[in-house]
């Protein structure tokens, strides 16, 4: 069945870039959008962006122009960057993959836990 | 700003049905018919339960449905187990603000 599995450093600094990685198993990216979202602690989830093979990634408007990512299917990954984070960015972090845009995400990683703590 | 409002817990017994309610305040859930609704338990992949207000994916009990009546989507769980322990979240199609998802602040479930 469809696998996704995110990676991260676990523990980043304030103001420093934080960098995930989501790998993918047993899907074709053709057809289907892939995001990134998250769930600060205490709080709901939160959309963070979603990428189409090679288009323009789709950022929430607030974070916009901290965010960077990218695909690449030859090594069958999502990529996510946020830079400058702080506190406010300490949140699991999940993939998660949809078939339409805005649609349902069908499929979830088990989510990695980011802390931005000096 | 567009949101989703769900009350922030729900506790039924074992067998009973419980049913969670999500309000969209600025988004027009009504016309889109954009609702899905996720299971999200400690340890775990978060899981689609509902998608398209009350569609049921394949693979999900159907213990669990969906409606919606005016603004208000629902979703309710019939025969409660212990498994079903968890948060629920409703998500929508948001707005320039929010961007293209929005997502309700989420629902515990508590089973006795």
């Known amino acids: 069945q469809v696998q996704l599995q995110e990676a991260g450093p676990g523990l980043v600094k304030p103001s420093e870039t934080l960098s995930l990685t989501c790998s993918v198993s047993n899907s074709s990216f053709i057809g289907h959008f892939w995001s990134w979202i998250r769930q600060s602690p205490g709080k709901g989830l939160e959309w963070i962006g979603s990428?189409?093979?090679?288009?323009?990634?789709l950022y929430k408007p607030s974070l916009k122009s901290r965010l960077s990512m990218s695909l690449d299917m030859s090594r069958s990954e999502i990529s996510l960057q946020v830079a400058s984070v702080t506190a406010a960015d300490t949140a699991v972090y999940y993939c998660?993959?949809?078939?339409?845009?805005?649609?349902?995400?069908?499929?979830w990683g088990l989510g990695t836990l980011v802390t931005v703590s000096s | 700003q567009s949101a989703l409002t769900q009350p922030a817990s729900v506790t039924g017994s074992l067998g009973q049905s419980i049913t969670i309610s999500c309000t969209g305040t600025n988004i027009d859930i009504e016309t889109s018919k954009i609702v899905s609704w996720y299971h999200l338990h400690p340890g775990k992949a978060p899981r689609l339960v509902i998608y398209d207000v009350s569609e049921r994916p394949s693979g999900v009990s159907g213990r669990f449905s969906g409606s919606m009546s005016g603004n208000v989507a629902s979703i309710t769980i019939s025969g409660l187990q212990i498994e079903d322990e968890g948060d629920y979240f409703c998500s929508s199609s948001g707005d320039a603000d929010s961007g293209i998802w929005v997502f309700g602040e989420g629902t515990k479930v508590t089973v006795l």
């Open positions: 990428i189409y093979l090679n288009k323009p990634p």
């Open positions: 998660a993959r949809s078939d339409s845009l805005p649609g349902s995400f069908d499929n």
